[in-house]
Nanobody
Framework: QVQLVESGGGLVQAGGSLRLSCAAS????????MGWFRQAPGKEREFVAA????????FYADSVKGRVTMSRDNVKNTVTLQMNSLKPEDTAVYYC??????????????????WGQGIQVTVSS
């Protein structure tokens, strides 16, 4: 089964940018719907972005639309999340996740069986 490892998090000032990466092993990212989710302290895990296995269509939460771009590199077997114009409310642990294309809606975290360990993103005001 696919294993996922996130990298690229850290501390950034409001208005800044970060690029998160998710490297996959024991599986090919192009064979899965890939998603990014985040969880802030005391809050539920929420959808951020997803890219479909077939066709590579991308989807974004309204809260990040226009500020975030998700992409996939089939050669490197990675997905990335480029985040710009970051806000303090973007502070959370960010998770990379994978699911088969038939396993339900891309925006529901319960449909994803494979998860990375998570990485902290902190945006200071």
């Amino acid at each position: 089964q696919v294993q996922l490892v996130e990298s690229g998090g850290g501390l950034v000032q409001a208005g800044g940018s970060l690029r998160l990466s998710c490297a996959a092993s024991k599986g090919t990212v192009s064979n899965y719907d890939m998603g990014w989710f985040r969880q802030a302290p005391g809050k539920e895990r929420e959808f951020v972005a997803a890219i479909k296995a077939s066709g590579g269509s991308t989807f974004y939460a309204d809260s990040v639309k226009g500020r975030v771009t998700m992409s996939r590199d089939n050669v490197k077997n990675t997905v990335t999340l480029q985040m710009n114009s970051l806000k303090p409310e973007d502070t959370a642990v960010y998770y990379c996740a994978a699911k088969t294309w038939w396993s339900g809606a891309y925006y529901q975290h319960s449909n994803y069986p494979y998860w990375g360990q998570g990485i902290q993103v902190t945006v200071s005001s």
